[in-house]
Nanobody, 114 residues
């Protein structure tokens, strides 16, 4: 079955950290650029970060640059998002995407609150 399954979300205090994971199945994961997006309540879904198929190239939204790190393990068919120095405005549902396939996961909720 072709799918992406995110995990690792939760409630964290401002300044804290979380690591999201996105496990892929049913397609050749190592062939595809992968991305993370997020959608806050009442807002449009927005780009967070992307990583090339080999992992050699990454891109970040300005709002997360220097705080978030995207990585991947092609042997495990998994892409990660390490989120540090979290802020309340990072609260959103986080989705991973296999870009060329247009395939989305179901999302994982991240809430940053004291």
């Amino acid at each position: 079955q072709v799918q992406l399954v995110e995990s690792g979300g939760g409630l964290v205090q401002p300044g804290g950290s979380l690591r999201l994971s996105c496990a892929a199945s049913g397609f050749r994961f190592s062939y595809y650029t992968m991305s993370w997006y997020r959608q806050a309540p009442g807002k449009e879904r927005e780009f967070v970060a992307s990583i090339s198929s080999s992992g050699g190239s990454t891109n970040y939204a300005d709002s997360v640059k220097g705080r978030f790190t995207i990585s991947r393990d092609n042997a495990k068919n998994t892409v990660y998002l390490q989120m540090n120095s979290l802020k309340p405005e990072d609260t959103a549902v986080y989705y991973c995407k296999a870009n060329s396939l247009g395939l989305w996961g179901q999302g994982t909720q991240v809430t940053v609150s004291s």
